[in-house]
């Protein structure tokens, strides 16, 4: 199994950042792509970025695109994901939650924005994020 831990989340002033972590540990074997998430309280869960990790292809949702940066590092024997936040807005205050999966293709990356294609099992818990 792989165990996903999210770090990073506060409060933070419109217009100001935040960098967001997510350690990740155990096999990812068959994982390929990692996902930041978010969701709002009465809102449904929805993708801001994923990072392939074969060639570091990204995507981004249309709302966080120019502001959001995901990255991965390894180190350790684990991998971590960043999302680095800038310019935020009152709109991004949220859970952020990350994901591991896998894309058969970079050129499909775009399709784990969607959180239906995470297994249950591959989610950490979130950190909060925010925005005043």
């Known amino acids: 199994h792989v165990q996903l831990v999210e770090s990073g989340g506060g409060s933070v002033q419109a217009g100001g950042s935040l960098n967001l972590s997510c350690i990740i540990s155990?096999?990812?074997?068959?994982?390929?792509?990692f996902g930041w998430f978010r969701q709002a309280p009465g809102k449904e869960r929805e993708g801001v970025a994923a990072?392939?990790?074969?060639?570091?292809?990204?995507?981004?949702s249309d709302s966080v695109r120019g502001r959001f940066t995901i990255s991965q590092e390894n180190a350790n024997a684990k991998t971590t994901v960043h999302l680095q936040m800038n310019n935020l807005k009152l709109e991004d205050a949220a859970m952020y939650y990350c994901?591991?999966?896998?894309?058969?293709?970079?050129?499909?990356?775009?399709?784990?924005?969607?959180?239906?294609?995470?297994?249950?099992?591959?989610w950490g818990q979130g950190t909060q994020v925010t925005v005043s």
């Open positions: 990072i392939y990790v074969g060639g570091g292809k990204t995507h981004y």
């Open positions: 994901a591991a999966g896998s894309t058969p293709h970079p050129g499909l990356l775009f399709r784990l924005l969607r959180p239906e294609n995470f297994a249950s099992h591959d």
């Open positions: 155990g096999s990812l074997i068959g994982r390929n792509s």
